[in-house]
């Protein structure tokens, strides 16, 4: 069973747009949510990640929000560059659980110029 | 550099010939796992290692075997493959340094074909 749900597949988005990426959960127990960020050819990298204690995180340009009481949170990309065109992949964990991620389907992002 | 490297990174086998991908990372993390990478379902866990001779089944370890002989090592063995293995497989690391959650860090994948 898909315990992470990601949407969309994917995305395709004009430079300066704001592309938004939801994922929802349903395992209560999971307290980490990381996003990872893919380009192709590479490995996924750790983008940000969020602890359920906040309801939102900002890094640069990416935001993370997190709504706990309908186990959902999403990616937000502001300014979007074509350098973002990329594959991000939400996923969840529960801390001291072994370190498993459990990963989300995967968006493909595209960032037209 | 701090990394994790896989190898090789492209490889055409046929049914039932063993191979071997080695993976190995250069930062003394206690955790290793494998991961495989289909489309439409995102990276799904092989098997993890959560230190030297301690491994554990992910969420599809069926047809897939590994071993943790050393710190830095991490291979993934398939006995026997079959062409639904036919997938883009990726080694990751993390440490576990004082029981946080930590961030995995990914080679760069291999991609494995079985005719």
């Known amino acids: 069973q898909q315990q992470v749900k990601q949407s969309p597949q994917s995305l395709i988005v004009q430079k300066g747009g704001i592309p938004i990426i939801n994922c929802a959960y349903e395992n209560t127990a999971f307290d980490y949510f990381p996003w990872y960020q893919q380009f192709p050819g590479k490995g996924p990298a750790l983008l940000i990640a969020i602890r359920p204690d906040v309801s939102e995180k900002k890094e640069g340009r990416f935001t993370i929000s997190f709504n706990k009481s309908a186990k959902q949170f999403s990616l937000h990309i502001m300014d979007s560059q074509p350098g973002d065109s990329a594959t991000y992949f939400c996923?969840?964990?529960?801390?001291?659980?072994?370190?498993?991620?459990?990963f989300g389907q995967g968006t493909r992002l595209t960032i037209n110029p | 550099e701090a990394q994790v490297t896989q190898n090789p990174r492209y490889l055409i086998t046929v049914t039932g010939k063993k191979l071997t991908v080695t993976c190995s990372q250069n930062?003394?993390?206690?955790?290793m796992s494998w991961y495989r990478q289909d489309p439409g379902l995102g990276l799904r866990q092989i098997y993890y290692s959560m230190n030297v001779e301690v491994t554990d089944k992910g969420d599809v370890p069926e047809g897939y075997k590994v071993s943790r002989k050393e710190k830095r090592n991490f291979p993934l063995i398939l006995e026997s493959p079959s062409p639904n293995q036919t997938s883009l497989y990726f080694c990751a690391s993390s440490s576990l340094t004082g029981g946080r959650q930590e961030t995995q860090y990914f080679g760069p994948g291999t991609r494995l074909l079985v005719l």
């Open positions: 996923a969840a964990s529960i801390r001291g659980g072994a370190q498993k991620l459990v």
């Open positions: 930062m003394n993390h206690e955790y």
